[in-house]
């Protein structure tokens, strides 16, 4: 692959695990500097950046909670201190959390909140002066197609509806930031193989998981990472400067609209 990106600096957070590492990679090797952000996972990141660095390429580890606005401050000025200005910012940490109306509580949905949206909030208001002044910038956000609301998959209404809120200011960031040549968009995966969907689970569990999720999508499958990150990496090329304020859903066909027959 040509390695374009030299002059790019991406700050990818959640980046040691499942979808984000595999976009820290596609990064990596389109010759991008990168960020690994990490909160629980610190050993999984310095092993990625070492792996990264020892390839020739070009990446730190750096952690913090990115529920907290300060943390993320911080981040952000050590990642410019030692890569260079933040020219792509893909906001990919996120969690689950399991609840109904009948186990709903504050401080679980709060958390949900704090990560699922709140993060994207400091994240974006920490790179965003340095991108207005440079006048170029790309946001990615990680959505989900739970927050597109034509999924039911129990358990899950709170975190859809932070996806959802995803979506929102995915595009109303966009109106925000446009005018200063930062492009805002997301990607909605569809069910795809990470620790997230499959850690929990037995095998059985999983591969009863994958048959039911299989059947209800146009390509008959559940979706790898690297096929996530792809999407990513189209949205913060360079090259994507006039695709803006739009969520692109990657979830081989199972939110299509068309009926399954
Ligand atoms: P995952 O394997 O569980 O990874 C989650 C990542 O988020 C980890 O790298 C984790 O880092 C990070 N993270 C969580 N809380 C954090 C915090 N407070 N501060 C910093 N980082 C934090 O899940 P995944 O499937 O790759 O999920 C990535 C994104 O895709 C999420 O936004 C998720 O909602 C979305 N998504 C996933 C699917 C799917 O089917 N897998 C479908 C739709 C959307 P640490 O381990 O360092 O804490």
Redesign the pocket.
């Known amino acids: 692959m040509t390695k374009q990106w030299a002059d790019q600096v991406a700050l990818v ?8 590492r595999a976009t820290v990679q596609r990064f990596v090797a389109q010759g991008a500097a990168v960020a690994i ?5 610190p050993e999984k ?1 310095a092993a990625l950046a070492d792996e990264i660095r020892a390839a020739g390429g070009r990446a730190i580890a750096v952690g ?4 907290d606005a300060a943390a993320v401050n911080a981040m952000v000025s050590r990642t410019e201190a030692e890569l260079g200005p933040i020219s792509i910012l893909v906001n ?4 689950g959390w399991p609840a109904t109306l009948e186990t709903w509580e504050p401080a679980g949905y709060a958390r949900l909140r704090a ?1 699922n949206v709140d993060a994207m909030i400091h994240t974006i208001r920490a790179v965003m002066g340095g991108m207005k002044a440079r006048g170029f910038g790309r946001v990615v956000n ?1 959505s ?1 197609v739970a927050g597109h609301g034509n999924t039911g998959f129990v358990g899950n209404h709170f975190y859809a509806a932070t996806k959802a809120e995803v979506n929102i200011l995915t595009r109303r960031f966009a109106i925000e930031l446009g005018p200063h040549g930062i492009t805002v968009n997301a990607v909605a ?4 193989r ?4 499959q850690g929990k689970r037995s095998d059985a569990e999983w591969q009863a998981l994958v048959a039911s999720f299989s059947k209800l999508a146009i390509m008959g499958r559940v979706g790898e ?1 690297e096929e996530i990150a792809n999407a990513v990496a189209f949205l913060a090329a360079p090259e994507a400067g006039f695709i803006t304020a739009q969520v692109l859903t990657v979830d081989g066909g199972r939110t299509d609209y068309i009926g399954h027959g």
């Open positions: 957070t959640g980046g040691a695990r499942g979808i984000g952000n990490y909160s629980a996972s990141a913090a909670d990115v529920a990919n940490a996120g969690i990560v990680i989900s995966p569809g069910l795809t990470s620790d997230m969907t990472p």
